[in-house]
């Protein structure tokens, strides 16, 4: 079956534009991740979606960081005011409710800040 | 405060020369331990899950071993397609996020 689908896959944004990454979850999957990966480290933990609800937030570097899932399928991470250091690998990830521990990655957004 | 440390950070086999990968940990409430694969380009990969000292699973030519201190991914006989980065990862308490070693990335030569 289909996987974890994000889109764009590379996204290029000059310094001060805002960008809007998108996940696909797989089907019947009610918790939706989002990591952030810098080049030659581990992902690290963004925020958390149990449906369209926003469970965990505690990761989001700053408040230009934004996460919605309106209708607890289909999420978008927004980032305002893109600095340099926001340049990374933004992954996103979904499992079954019961069984977030077994989390399936998508391909993740490479965004390039310059 | 939690961390996780995977060693070494890369690692160079030639086919067929096993060895293994290491994970260590310092966290109160362990809920689990988790080993990821992540190729090139693409979202880490899941392949086991660990929860108590003792525990070991097995897929192909892996084996995740788990004390109460550390994690081994060992590779018997590794092949060029074994070449990847892997991922361990833990959850803890309550939460239902993962925290990531910054990972071993693997190169087994032909």
């Known amino acids: 079956g289909a996987g974890v689908s994000q889109s764009p896959r590379y996204k290029v944004a000059k310094r001060g534009q805002d960008v809007a990454l998108r996940c696909d979850p797989i089907?019947?999957?009610?918790?939706l991740f989002w990591y952030q990966q810098a080049l030659g480290q581990g992902p690290e933990f963004l925020t958390y979606f149990q449906n369209e609800a926003q469970l965990d937030k505690s990761g989001l570097p700053s408040d230009r960081f934004f996460a919605e899932r309106p209708e607890g399928s289909v999420s978008t991470l927004k980032i305002q005011r893109t600095q340099q250091e926001d340049s990374a690998v933004y992954l996103c990830?979904?499992?079954?409710?019961?069984?977030?521990?077994?989390?399936?990655f998508g391909p993740g957004t490479r965004l390039t800040v310059t | 405060e939690d961390q996780v440390t995977q060693s070494p950070e890369a690692l160079r086999l030639q086919e067929g020369e096993s060895s293994s990968l290491n994970c260590s940990y310092t966290?109160?409430?362990?809920?689990?331990l988790f080993w990821y694969r992540q190729d090139p380009g693409k979202g880490p990969e899941f392949l086991f899950t660990?929860?108590?000292a003792g525990e070991e699973k097995e897929k192909e030519r892996l084996k995740a071993t788990l004390t109460k201190k550390e994690s081994f991914l060992h590779i018997t006989a590794p092949k060029p397609e074994d070449s990847a980065t892997y991922l361990c990862a833990l959850r803890k308490g309550s939460a239902r996020q993962l925290t990531f070693g910054s990972g071993t990335q693997l190169t087994v030569l032909p």
């Open positions: 966290v109160s409430g362990l809920r689990g």
């Open positions: 089907s019947g999957h009610v918790s």
């Open positions: 660990l929860y108590s």
């Open positions: 990830a979904s499992s079954l409710a019961g069984r977030t521990y077994e989390q399936y």
